[in-house]
């Protein structure tokens, strides 16, 4: 009797903890038009979150949305937007961002598996820096609440933070000095 018991709990609990954490597997690895440039030793570490229409995809089904066969088919043109419009460089040096790996982000509000965001990875080796870093970019989406993007540069060792918020208007910020330097 002891035993049926406790496999029934068992059972209970693991039915419990796993509608507990339903919810977080269907969350998005970052909240939309965010990132985070996180420093650590002579690397900068880029995640960005960017909307599906910075990339001016092709809606080859033309239900007004991009599917994820239509974004892997695109991911060539994508790769080749976010290296030559995500930029860090100082007075001499223009880095490349190294490593970089795009992750689709399914739209939650829709019953089609839509891609709506992409999360944009990568590392910009800052080893040879001179000078000051600025980061810029100008991949924007197409509604007012994709106009944005707000960044953290971090240096977790030094517990520095800088938070700037970049639009079509300002497209690129200055690191401060803290930050930027080992």
């Known amino acids: 009797m002891k035993?049926?018991?406790?496999?029934?709990?068992?059972?209970?609990?693991?039915v419990l903890v796993s509608l507990t954490f339903a919810p977080l597997t269907s969350a998005h690895f970052m909240v939309a038009q965010h990132g985070t440039l996180n420093f650590v030793d002579d690397g900068v570490f880029m995640v960005l979150s960017l909307p599906t229409s910075a990339f001016s995809l092709t809606d080859d089904d033309g239900d007004n949305a991009i599917s994820m066969v239509e974004f892997n088919t695109q991911r060539a043109m994508i790769v080749e937007k976010v290296r030559g419009r995500i930029n860090l460089n100082d007075d001499l040096t223009s880095y490349e961002l190294l490593g970089l790996m795009l992750s689709p982000e399914l739209d939650h509000d829709s019953v089609r598996e839509n891609v709506s965001q992409v999360v944009v990875m990568g590392k910009f080796d800052v080893s040879e820096s001179q000078g000051e870093l600025v980061f810029?970019?100008?991949?924007?989406?197409?509604?007012?609440d994709e106009q944005k993007l707000?960044?953290?540069?971090?240096?977790?060792?030094?517990?520095?933070?800088?938070?700037?918020?970049?639009?079509?208007?300002r497209r690129s910020f200055t690191l401060l000095p803290a930050i930027a330097k080992n």
């Not at 707000?150 to 208007?169: D, G, M, S």
Request: net charge positive; hydrophobic share 35%.
């Open 150 to 169: 707000e960044i953290a540069a971090k240096r977790k060792v030094k517990k520095l933070v800088q938070e700037v918020e970049l639009t079509p208007e």
């Open 136 to 144: 810029t970019t100008d991949l924007f989406g197409s509604t007012s």
């Open 3 to 14: 035993t049926v018991s406790r496999k029934i709990l068992t059972t209970v609990a693991t």
